[in-house]
Nanobody, 123 residues
Framework: QVQLVESGGGLVQAGGSLRLSCAAS????????MGWFRQAPGKEREFVAA????????YYADSVKGRFTISRDNAKITVNLQMNSLKPEDTAVYYC????????????????WGQGTQVTVSS
């Protein structure tokens, strides 16, 4: 069992930066791939980024590649999403996710979800 709690959301102007954090609990955290999804109003939840359990592999959605960076600290049991050059279309609720396996299914869903944190980018 893994519990996830996000923090760091807020309001920022276009071009600005935000850093999201996800605190995890559970002894098996280091064995899970971790990721972030987002859901904008009226849209389906979409994959943003993922990082393997060892942090040796990362994967990003095309829409955020080059602007967002995912990282994790297994000692602190956290996963972070550094978001730079934010755009109004990045406005969404961002969800932390935990995945038992590192494969393309991690872009479709997750085994565990956080409760979400709101990110709003003003133009």
């Amino acid at each position: 069992q893994v519990q996830l709690v996000e923090s760091g959301g807020g309001l920022v102007q276009a071009g600005g930066s935000l850093r999201l954090s996800c605190a995890a609990s559970g002894r098996t955290f280091s064995t899970y791939a971790m990721g972030w999804f987002r859901q904008a109003p009226g849209k389906e939840r979409e994959f943003v980024a993922a990082i393997s359990w060892s942090a040796s592999s990362v994967y990003y959605a095309d829409s955020v590649k080059g602007r967002f960076t995912i990282s994790r600290d297994n000692a602190k049991i956290t996963v972070n999403l550094q978001m730079n050059s934010l755009k109004p279309e990045d406005t969404a609720v961002y969800y932390c996710a935990a995945h038992r396996s590192w494969d393309m299914s991690m872009t479709k869903g997750a085994d565990y979800w956080g409760q979400g944190t709101q990110v709003t980018v003003s133009s």
